[in-house]
């Protein structure tokens, strides 16, 4: 005789009937997630452990997909490929020591300006302290400023130490850019080359599908620091012009930085434009501050609503708020210097990211991936956007 059990069987429920469907999941995807953030926190750690060397080997990487498809134009162009990369460093260093050179220039010249009008300002604020609704006497405000000397002095050890700080971060940045132009020679000369290097460690029956991968990755890094350099320029030359016409003092060192400041997409232009808006304050007063600022809010909205979705959109398909955070998470981990690098990273995960989701990289030759070419970040036949 066949006994059937006719007991109904849970489908939360696993086998055994003990431990519930829902709890296995949760605890197979709970031990996977803490393996993910673990390796996650040993990897900061390491790097931060050496960041010194990561992030000037970083930077000539955002150099090299800035400077690589003028090298690569000049082999096109039969030059070897020794003298292109020497040409195109040359050349490069001859545009930043000359722009470095005029913007120091300029800061010189509008040094005395600017303190003739700060101490205009100053005695303003000083009338309308006395005069004004504090009614502050004279006496007070001398008392004031004798008591700043008297604070220097009290933390004269403070200061020393800070004064020591700042010239061991002058050695270590000096350090940084010979390790930077260093790395970046090599990048331009044999960066393929080291490339091939390094995909060895790849699995072979993976490899081409990794190497096409990367080679997409790099290209869409070509892509954003062109797109962003583009960009940089725009607000630069934008708030500049501004700026010089409002009256404000060291125009073109203003605009340097905000140019320095719009590789950091977003947030960087902001904040150098912010700079530029309190000079404006100290040195001209509240109405041009006011009329600086909405210069900086104009051109913020050309980069956001024009520039930001024609060039940096197209050239590497970020959500602005995946831009955000990215900046955001790289400055809570790395300060300045994460966030410089937290977009380009990114991008470059982005585009490696749907090159190995896409079947059609299968049959790829790693080869015919053009680095250079703003069509090679993706493959020709694309998906959603990540």
Not at 8 to 23: E, F, H, M, N, S
Not at 249 to 256: D, G, I, N, R, S
């Amino acid at each position: 005789m066949v006994f059937v059990s006719t007991r109904r069987v849970d489908p939360d429920q696993d086998t055994a009937g003990r431990v519930p469907l829902i709890l296995r999941v949760s605890a197979a995807l709970s031990w996977r997630f803490l393996a993910v953030v673990a390796a996650l926190y040993v990897i900061s750690q390491v790097l931060g452990y050496v960041g010194t060397v990561v992030v000037p080997v970083a930077i000539a990487l955002l150099l090299a997909a800035l400077l690589s498809p003028a090298v690569a134009k000049l082999v096109s162009w039969m030059v070897p490929r020794g003298v292109a990369t020497a040409v195109v460093l040359v050349g490069g260093l001859a545009v930043v020591v000359g722009v470095l050179t005029f913007v120091i220039n300029e800061f010189s010249n509008g040094l005395p300006e600017l303190q003739t009008q700060v101490g205009r300002s100053l005695d303003t604020i000083n009338n309308w302290l006395i005069n004004g609704p504090l009614h502050l006497s004279q006496q007070q405000l001398q008392d004031f400023l004798a008591r700043i000397p008297q604070t220097l002095r009290e933390n004269t050890s403070t200061i020393t130490s800070g004064a020591l700080t700042t010239a061991v971060t002058v050695g270590e940045l000096l350090t940084g850019l010979l390790l930077v132009l260093f790395t970046l020679i090599f990048f331009l000369h044999d960066g393929d080359g080291i490339w091939r290097f390094l995909i060895r460690a790849v699995p072979s029956d993976v490899r081409n599908r990794v190497d096409v991968a990367g080679r997409r990755g790099f290209a869409s890094l070509v892509s954003f620091v062109r797109a962003t350099a583009v960009v940089a320029v725009v607000d630069a030359v934008g708030i500049g012009i501004g700026i010089a016409i409002v009256g404000v003092p060291l125009a073109v060192p203003l605009a340097a930085l905000v140019f320095l400041g719009a590789f950091v997409p977003i947030v960087g232009a902001v904040l150098t434009g912010t700079v530029a808006v309190l000079v404006a304050l100290v040195a001209n007063g509240l109405v041009p501050a006011l009329i600086v600022l909405a210069i900086v809010v104009g051109v913020m909205q050309l980069e956001g609503h024009v520039l930001q979705p024609l060039l940096l959109g197209r050239a590497v398909k970020l959500h602005p708020l995946a831009v955000v955070l990215a900046i955001a998470v790289g400055m809570v981990v790395s300060g300045i210097a994460g966030a410089l690098l937290a977009v380009p990273l990114l991008a470059v995960l982005n585009a490696g990211v749907r090159s190995l989701l896409h079947h059609e990289d299968d049959l790829v030759p790693p080869e015919q991936v053009d680095v250079t070419r703003p069509g090679a970040t993706r493959p020709s036949k694309t998906g959603d956007e990540a």
